[in-house]
Nanobody, 118 residues
Framework: QVQLVESGGGLVQAGGSLRLSCAASGITFSRYVMSWYRQAPGKQRELAAAITSGGSTDYAESVKGRFTISRDNAKNTVHLQMNSLKPEDTAVYYC????????????WGQGTQVTVSS
């Protein structure tokens, strides 16, 4: 059974920081691209950041320079360090795991709420 369990969300003032974590189980972690998506109220879910097993990263333009994604393949965890947070970063953040060779093997966490007050 695949599980992705997010933690670290919460309420923070603009300019503050949060660190999200996602613990994965039931998958061979090193075979998966790990990503953080977010969905704000009334908007579509969008990619915030992604990281391959080898450590290559990709970021949405809106978070570049403020967010950092990292992973620990030994601990099956992925993190998203979010700095200089803005009210527009308010969203539910979802952890995603997508198999590198079989993209149909695609799993989601339950989401964690991030609220940035102005």
């Amino acid at each position: 059974q695949v599980q992705l369990v997010e933690s670290g969300g919460g309420l923070v003032q603009a300019g503050g920081s949060l660190r999200l974590s996602c613990a994965a189980s039931g998958i061979t972690f090193s075979r998966y691209v790990m990503s953080w998506y977010r969905q704000a109220p009334g908007k579509q879910r969008e990619l915030a950041a992604a990281i391959t097993s080898g450590g290559s990263t990709d970021y949405a333009e809106s978070v570049k320079g403020r967010f950092t994604i990292s992973r620990d393949n030994a601990k099956n965890t992925v993190h998203l360090q979010m700095n200089s947070l803005k009210p527009e970063d308010t969203a539910v953040y979802y952890c995603n795991a997508r198999n590198t060779n079989f993209p149909g093997l695609d799993y989601w966490g339950q989401g964690t709420q991030v609220t940035v007050s102005s």
